[in-house]
């Protein structure tokens, strides 16, 4: 399948399954609920929340549990159409941390959307390289 931004119910159904994420998040410490869901060529939603830690620094945010779930599923960055995520900020959008930033760019591929939902629905559309230019890559190292 194809990805369409126009596509009212593929966003509505983005944003009601990164909301649903939401609520897998385990935020002991900071009670703030992110959710990200992962869209596959074949159609599948994969779900990815953040997951804190005692030790703090050993949390892990929502687009990387996300993406890390889809890589262990077994898709490939051209399998991947977009990735979406919601955070708790209320009348704010919640962008992607710089060290989900450099995971996007190892396993999406550059131009794949990157879409920011607030809570009422509306939606930042970015793209992997939109949110980091100049990225260093596996090309880099060559
Ligand atoms: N968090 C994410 O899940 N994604 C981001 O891009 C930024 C921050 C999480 C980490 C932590 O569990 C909570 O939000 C507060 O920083």
Redesign the pocket.
């Known amino acids: 399948m194809k990805f369409d931004i126009e596509d009212k119910a593929t966003m509505k159904k983005l944003f009601d399954l990164s909301k649903k994420a939401q609520e897998l ?1 385990y ?1 002991p ?2 009670h ?3 959710g ?1 869901v992962i869209l596959t060529n074949d159609g599948k939603y994969v779900l990815g ?4 830690n005692a030790s703090y620094g050993l ?7 996300c993406m890390f779930r889809t890589h262990l599923l077994g898709y490939k960055k051209d399998d991947i159409l977009c990735l979406a ?1 919601i ?2 900020s209320t009348d704010d959008y ?4 710089g ?3 450099q995971v996007m760019a190892e396993l999406l591929n550059l131009s794949c959307p990157i879409i920011i939902f607030n809570q009422h629905g509306e939606h930042v559309d970015e793209t992997v390289k939109g949110l980091l230019p100049y990225s260093f890559t596996q090309e880099n190292l060559k």
């Open positions: 998040a935020v410490y900071s703030f609920r992110v990200a929340a953040n997951i804190e949390s892990m945010c929502a687009e990387r549990t995520l955070g708790d919640a962008f992607p941390c060290a989900c930033r």
